[in-house]
T-cell receptor, first 115, second 113 residues
Framework: AQSVTQLGSHVSVSEGALVLLRCNYSSSVPPYLFWYVQYPNQGLQLLLKYTSAATLVKGINGFEAEFKKSETSFHLTKPSAHMSDAAEYFCAVSDRTSGTYKYIFGTGTRLKVLA | EAQVTQNPRYLITVTGKKLTVTCSQNMNHEYMSWYRQDPGLGLRQIYYSMNVEVTDKGDVPEGYKVSRKEKRNFPLILESPSPNQTSLYFC????????????FGQGTRLTVV
C-alpha cells in the first residue's frame, strides 16, 4: 500500500535560515505529490504539487520542492525562513495506479521559526 | 468566492446522540472526502466520493456514514458517537482527485463526552 513518511514531527529554524522539511514516499510508480500548509485554526492549503512535469516545483510563499525518483523523496525547502512560515506542513501522495485517486497524508511537521 | 464550508465549527455532544456535520462546496467539484486529524497521526481519510454515484470507505470508516445525494454536498453522519471519535474533522473537495488540488474546509472540532 502507498505510504508517505515525514521525518521530524517538529523542526525549529532561526529566522532567515534555510527551511528543509523531509518527505519520502513508498511506491514503485511515482505518485502525484503535494505539500500542504496548515496555519492555526485553519484548514489545509496547497503549497505546491508534482504531477510528472518538472522535477523542481515552485510553490507559494517562496517554497519549492524537488522530486527525486532514485531517493523516493519530495523534500520541501525555503532559502530564508520568515516568522509567518510557522505552521504545520503535510506531505501527501495520490496513487496513480489504484483508480481511486485517494490522497494519503503524512503525519505532519510543525515548523517553529525563532526570532 | 470558491470555498468549502463546514458546519458547525465546534461541537460538544454526548455519547450516543446522533449528529451530522455538513459540508458544501461551490466549485462544481466531483471528488469530495472527509478526514479526521489527530495529534501524531496526521490526516486519515474516513470516506470519499468520486462523484454522486460512487462513494467508498477510506482508511478509518468505522462509526461513520456519508451521503452524496447531490454534487455540492457531502455530510458526515455519526449515528452513535463515542469518545474515541473526538477529533478535528475536515471536509475536502477537488475537481477529480488524483493530480488536482484539494480544497479544505475550516474544520469541525468535535468533542464526545
Amino acid at each position: 500500500a502507498q505510504s508517505v513518511t515525514q521525518l521530524g514531527s517538529h523542526v525549529s529554524v532561526s529566522e532567515g535560515a534555510l527551511v528543509l522539511l523531509r518527505c519520502n514516499y513508498s511506491s514503485s510508480v511515482p505518485p502525484y505529490l503535494f505539500w500542504y500548509v496548515q496555519y492555526p485554526n485553519q484548514g489545509l492549503q496547497l503549497l505546491l504539487k508534482y504531477t510528472s512535469a518538472a522535477t523542481l516545483v515552485k510553490g507559494i510563499n517562496g517554497f519549492e520542492a524537488e522530486f527525486k525518483k532514485s531517493e523516493t523523496s519530495f523534500h520541501l525547502t525555503k532559502p530564508s525562513a520568515h516568522m509567518s512560515d510557522a505552521a504545520e506542513y503535510f506531505c501527501a501522495v495520490s496513487d496513480r495506479t489504484s483508480g481511486t485517486y485517494k490522497y494519503i497524508f503524512g503525519t505532519g511537521t510543525r515548523l517553529k521559526v525563532l526570532a | 468566492e470558491a470555498q468549502v464550508t463546514q458546519n458547525p465549527r465546534y461541537l460538544i455532544t454526548v455519547t450516543g446522540k446522533k449528529l451530522t456535520v455538513t459540508c458544501s462546496q461551490n466549485m462544481n467539484h466531483e471528488y469530495m472526502s472527509w478526514y479526521r486529524q489527530d495529534p501524531g497521526l496526521g490526516l486519515r481519510q474516513i470516506y470519499y466520493s468520486m462523484n454522486v454515484e460512487v462513494t467508498d470507505k477510506g482508511d478509518v470508516p468505522e462509526g461513520y456514514k456519508v451521503s452524496r445525494k447531490e454534487k455540492r454536498n457531502f455530510p458526515l453522519i455519526l449515528e452513535s458517537p463515542s469518545p474515541n471519535q473526538t477529533s478535528l474533522y475536515f471536509c475536502a473537495s477537488s475537481l477529480r482527485g488524483g493530480s488536482t488540488e484539494a480544497f479544505f474546509g475550516q474544520g469541525t472540532r468535535l468533542t464526545v463526552v
